[in-house]
């Protein structure tokens, strides 16, 4: 929500593998305005509209070496170092992105953007509206995904980037992927698309509204104008966080980690509110209760309506049609535990793909930690992608 | 909530095929007593206990004919027939229960009970509590699937019946049946188990606990005293019962019986807060709202945690020793698409019955229809139940 002073010059400094030679600085930058604005999805206009974003490596001389990170629903630009050595949490994909990791520092220059409707640097419901000098709150345009990766595709074109290397992400992030391939078929080398799928099911949209009537049934939430109230709709958004955790989490991983052990005790206490009885119970409070700490409720709302929005096919008129003009080559993995974006919904993808001459790899990969096994098994990660690009 | 009138006697009549032959009257017995009440196993008394039940067929002379239905979390008595001509629904098993049909009633007599805890008759957090004269609410004490269990068996001594040709029931129900077999386990022929499990997984666990705290979470809640208050905390309880709602269905039902069909359109809104937009939101919506008109949000919260509590192995020191005295010949069945009580679980426990030398019998039935199978898969279940019984 913090809003960082306009820099539009990349970052372009080494980035190492000690932490002192990982500190990253986040930069924005306003892009479009009122007379020149994104015209969304919607029809609606948006301008200007500030864009923060992080830059790891060095770009070359040729602007030829560029990936671009996309993350997932509730993850930021900060994915990779630190903001200062007192941080005590790096980026998020932080074990990924470096010299000789998986995206490779030394080789590639890695740029990740906070997505538009976000909060945490581009502009969202969190930002002032110009009209009211007041937080967007509700007044903030529907987006969707193609909306997100104009935004990105813009940012690119400010630092005079016009090719990537690749484009990156899982989840929401691999929906951006597929987005941009649609958008600008000749100009990625490489999509890499991770736990996601060309729409999302209608399961995932069922997970999705009853969050976010969460949200809206917590008395704090005021229609969205909560921002100069003084109270948050905090047990909304965390309730929302906790139905959507289920759904990063498989049954295994949930067994394993915590099966049916309780958390203070050996014995039942037999009383009806106490809520964390349960470890998994004590574990998703915790998780709620950690995101609503760095995660505003609007931004929650319009992000997984763009999530349920996002259809591929339907947006431009068949698969096969988003993706036949492309000249980049497809990496589509998924992970066997994953029940949120299951295998079948990457193997679907995958069929296209190839029905469509497009060059595609495709690997279904062991993990017992369900759809967040993308954020987590990185040694196999950094070993397909090494493969691959 | 409607307190039928005290009638001990069983409705012990011919229950044929045409709707004039299957109406039914709901039964009411009160059980136990202030002086002589039921030990919970939280170690708290409860009594009298006010048992609501239905029959359904003529009780042999020497009493051996009699299967006792045990229902699941949000169902009740009514298993089937119709209280009068003019009903619109038959109870909730109504093709199952007939003459010829999977439990016949025309060899059978068939006792259906609602659970204590319940909202339907049987004594629970909206009966009046003979300390206050007020609803218990909150103030009725914790129960488990052992005290259903006991009351159920109180039940059953109370018409006579002191052995049973079978029980059968699913989800929480199946859990009713092996505890069950647990209390009175030379009591009993056969135990037939749906969709269940030996103990719900932490997953299971999960999903009730964000279901509760939607309850806690609404203003109307009130502490569980709303009764008086004119609101019910409906909008918790509906959230509530939308979550469990997609537990109950498959990724693949979801997906063939709404996709990412829109409601009322073939174009997006593009409006953040119209939440009934996809044929799926509009439909859980519509579940949620339905089930506030006919569950107490109360007993949801006690009945929820019963089936969290629930896990025999613990209960008995071991899935072993609960079963091991029992001459009972078991059948466990479970459904492909089922992933809130997945097959995993239901070979878990046959491996435990056939290692202590039980008779069981295991099907795993194919459907798309997930959890709620064993409710809507009516002709499949029949053949399997009669093949066994």
Request: glycine share 20%; net charge negative.
């Given at each position: 929500m913090n809003q960082p002073a306009d820099n539009p010059a990349a970052d372009n400094q080494p980035f190492g593998s000690t932490d002192a030679e990982r500190i990253v600085a986040k930069q924005s930058v306003e892009l479009f305005s009122d007379n020149d604005p994104l015209i969304l999805a919607s029809g609606e206009n948006l301008g200007p509209i500030r864009v923060a974003y992080e830059t790891y490596g060095i770009l070359s001389a040729e602007k030829d070496n560029v990936i671009f990170v996309c993350h997932a629903l509730?993850?930021?630009?900060?994915?990779?170092?630190?903001?200062?050595?007192?941080?005590?949490k790096a980026g998020w994909w932080d074990d990924f992105i470096g010299p000789g990791r998986g995206i490779d520092t030394d080789k590639y220059f890695v740029v990740c953007a906070n997505v538009l409707?976000?909060?945490?640097?581009?502009?969202?419901?969190t930002s002032i509206s110009p009209k009211t000098s007041k937080p967007f709150g509700l007044d903030f345009p529907f987006i969707t995904v193609e909306d997100i990766v104009r935004t990105h595709r813009a940012l690119m074109s400010h630092l005079g980037?016009?090719?990537?290397?690749a484009v990156i992400g899982g989840s929401l992030g691999g929906m951006q992927v597929l987005e941009w391939v649609a958008q600008a078929p000749e100009n990625l080398d490489n999509a890499i698309v991770l736990a996601s799928a060309a729409q999302l099911s209608a399961q995932g949209i069922a997970f999705n509204t009853v969050g976010r009537r969460a949200i809206y049934a917590d008395p704090h939430f005021q229609n969205g104008e909560y921002y100069q109230k003084g109270e948050v709709p905090k047990y909304g958004l965390a309730l929302a966080r906790m139905i959507a955790h289920i759904t990063y989490l498989s049954e295994a991983s949930i067994e394993k980690k915590f099966g049916r052990r309780l958390q203070d005790s050996d014995e039942f206490g037999f009383e009806l509110q106490q809520e964390t009885e349960f470890q998994i119970e004590s574990y998703l409070h915790y998780q709620g209760n950690r995101f609503v700490e760095r995660f505003d409720a609007n931004s929650y709302l319009y992000l997984t309506r763009a999530m349920d929005y996002f259809d591929l096919a339907s947006r431009y008129g068949g698969l096969d049609a988003a993706v036949k003009n492309t000249t980049a080559r497809f990496l589509i993995a998924s992970y066997t535990t994953d029940w949120l974006f299951p295998s079948s919904q990457s193997r679907k993808l995958v069929s296209s793909l190839v029905s469509t001459g497009r060059h595609v790899s495709y690997c279904e990969l062991e993990s017992h930690f369900g759809h967040d096994a993308f954020l987590l098994e990185i040694e196999q990660l950094t070993k397909i992608i090494k493969a691959f690009l």
């Open positions: 509730t993850g930021d630009a900060h994915a990779a170092g630190k903001h200062s050595l007192e941080d005590e409707g976000g909060c945490t640097g581009t502009t969202g419901p980037i016009e090719h990537l290397a």
